[in-house]
């Protein structure tokens, strides 16, 4: 039997589900996954059988020192239920972008600042839901980790800081906006909204039964899928950030104050005391698989000379158009000349991402950011060791890389925090 007390985070992200168990000390004790067969074809039924299956399939002894549980999901996902959770509208992803008419009618409305504000607006998926599921007897708009946390509490209604930011939420007054008149959002349907880590509520008993769950389980708030596997990183302190070296470039920077500079996607989520700034370039691993293969990069990579700059200034981008450290639609890509060697022409794309990362942190210095202290690296460009030093020698602070990065393992962390603090 396990003596340890436990904790839960379930990550609903973009391909599947993740549950994950850690002890009071934050170490991973248990982790496994399931895959959607359809990522674009996803529905409450779905999200509540890859947990069903998750949760049944958990060793008994672990679920039995189970304290509390935190959910994560798509940012963005969104559906109408009634007041049982039944849905009462279809679902909308967190990449639907049917809604374009409704973003118009939000920036003419809207604050430029507002989370609600572009193209990703929650906002905008819940009022085409509206529109276009007239006559249901809709009682609640829920995100996807709202409808979870509220199937496993059996109480619907309630959302955490960061979900709720897209939607609209204002983070500063902690307060559903007054413009919501002049866009006739029904207020009703809106979730009370709880910092990220609360406790809400305790298991439904029926749900308890089911899956052989703790009766006093309790359920605590969690966020979205980006934010938890921020938090998974251990990054904490202000100055501290995390650069994701995706597809794309993501920064994620921890600040005492909040920044929102719109017209160069910088937005603000809360976090505990704190605000989490940044924004995300269109530069990244993208454009690296534009010009080569996997195989040819793995292959090139042990050639890289991270001390000796090609001198070469690319702005690397797959396709036109660029949002951070700057907005500028129509900016194109810089990759010429192009040299001879495919491998100097590979560090050069790296030397230019890099130059990017660089502008962005100082974006952020001269919007009023603290000083920047230490950079936590994740995603797939983080293993590349020549591209990590050339990125050290740009931005001359410490670069780590995090034991963790699962985002299960943040909205674990969550739980835990709901129940210690």
């Known amino acids: 039997m396990s003596k340890n007390l436990l904790y839960a985070g379930v990550d609903f992200g973009t391909s599947g589900c993740r549950l994950v168990l850690i002890d009071a000390n934050k170490i991973q004790v248990y982790s496994q996954q399931v895959h959607y067969r359809d990522p674009d074809k996803q529905s409450p039924a779905i999200w509540w059988g890859a ?23 798509t940012s963005g996902t969104l559906l109408l239920t009634d007041k049982k959770g039944e849905p009462s509208s279809i679902t909308l992803l967190y990449n639907d972008v049917r809604a374009s008419d409704e973003v118009a009618k939000i920036a003419s409305i809207a604050p430029l600042e507002s989370g609600a504000q572009g193209s990703s607006s929650t906002l905008a998926r819940f009022m085409w839901l509206l529109k276009n599921t007239p006559n249901k007897n809709h009682t609640n708009v829920l995100h996807q980790a709202d ?60 749900v308890a039964e089911l899956f052989n769950l703790p009766s006093d389980l309790c359920i605590v ?28 470039l993501v920064i994620k920077f921890i600040s005492n104050t909040p920044l929102f500079a719109p017209e160069q996607g910088i937005y603000s989520h809360r976090l505990g005391d704190n605000w989490l700034i940044g924004g995300a370039s269109n530069s990244g691993g993208a454009v690296l698989l534009k010009y080569f293969t996997p195989q040819q990069l793995s292959q090139m990579t042990p050639l890289l000379n991270p001390e000796t700059l090609t001198g070469l200034d ?98 674990a962390l969550l739980a835990l925090q709901g129940v210690t603090k």
């Open 221 to 248: 708030t969690g966020t979205t899928d980006s934010i938890a596997a921020f938090i998974a990183t251990g990054a904490r302190k202000v100055g501290e950030a995390v650069t994701s070296l995706g597809s794309t």
């Open 51 to 73: 947990l069903s299956h998750l949760l049944i399939a958990c060793p008994q002894d672990f679920k039995e020192s189970l304290q509390s549980i935190a959910i994560d999901g």
């Open 147 to 206: 409808w979870v946390m509220g199937k496993l509490s059996g109480k619907f209604g309630h959302s955490d800081e960061n979900n709720c930011l897209k939607l609209g939420y204002d983070v500063i007054k902690k307060q559903w906006p007054d413009w919501f008149e002049d866009l006739s959002i029904p207020l009703s349907l809106l979730p009370s909204v709880h910092p990220p880590g609360r406790k809400i509520a305790t298991i439904d008993k029926q």
């Open 314 to 411: 690319y702005y690397p981008l797959s396709k036109q158009g660029e949002r951070f450290p700057f907005a500028d639609p129509h900016k194109k890509a810089r990759l010429k000349p192009r040299p001879d060697s495919d491998v100097v022409y590979f560090q050069a794309m790296l030397e230019g991402i890099a130059e990017i990362e660089s502008q962005a942190y100082q974006c952020l210095a001269e919007l009023g950011a603290p000083e920047l202290s230490a950079v936590y690296s994740v995603g797939g460009g983080s293993k590349n060791k020549a591209w990590t030093q050339i990125r050290k020698n740009k931005l001359n602070v410490a670069l780590i890389t995090p034991n963790n990065t699962e985002a299960a393992y943040g909205a």
